[in-house]
């Protein structure tokens, strides 16, 4: 629940007015085909409403995208990790295996939630992260 707070927030609120009855309604809206009778006020209207309901759809796809993950926060994260079980080391030898798989783990959930969960970023972060 916490990793993406944005996304379940957010996004809750539009995905929960999504019913069936409102998606075969913009489904029937967009796969209507314009008949030869009909008139040009019913071409204008339909297209309208046409309108209506792509911006409708985008706003729905905006709402169920999932949010990039922050690799600069998760490397700060890994960075205050490792200082930590060198700051500490010698008065407790033993963190050093705490630490080491605690960045095991840290790497793990970040590819996990990289691959499967996140969307790519849009920009590189080359400089950023540095």
């Avoid at 539009?14 to 040009?40: F, G, Y």
């Avoid at 209506?52 to 999932?66: A, L, T």
């Avoid at 783990?105 to 400089?127: C, F, I, T």
């Amino acid at each position: 629940f916490l990793v993406d707070i944005k996304y379940y927030l957010v996004g809750y609120f539009k995905r929960k007015k999504l019913t069936d009855e409102q998606l075969n309604e913009w489904n029937s809206v967009l796969q209507n085909q314009t008949k030869p009778t009909t008139t040009k006020a019913e071409l204008v209207m339909m297209q309208r409403q046409r309108a209506q309901v792509v911006k409708q759809v985008q706003n729905m796809k905006k709402s169920f995208e999932p949010s990039e993950l922050e690799m600069t926060k998760r490397y700060a994260y890994a960075v205050r990790t490792f200082v930590c079980c060198i700051l500490y080391c010698p008065l407790m030898p033993a963190i050093s295996l705490v630490g080491i798989i605690g960045l095991a783990v840290q790497y793990w959930v970040d590819k996990y939630m990289l691959l499967r969960w996140h969307k790519r970023p849009v920009e590189p972060y080359a400089g950023e992260q540095a």
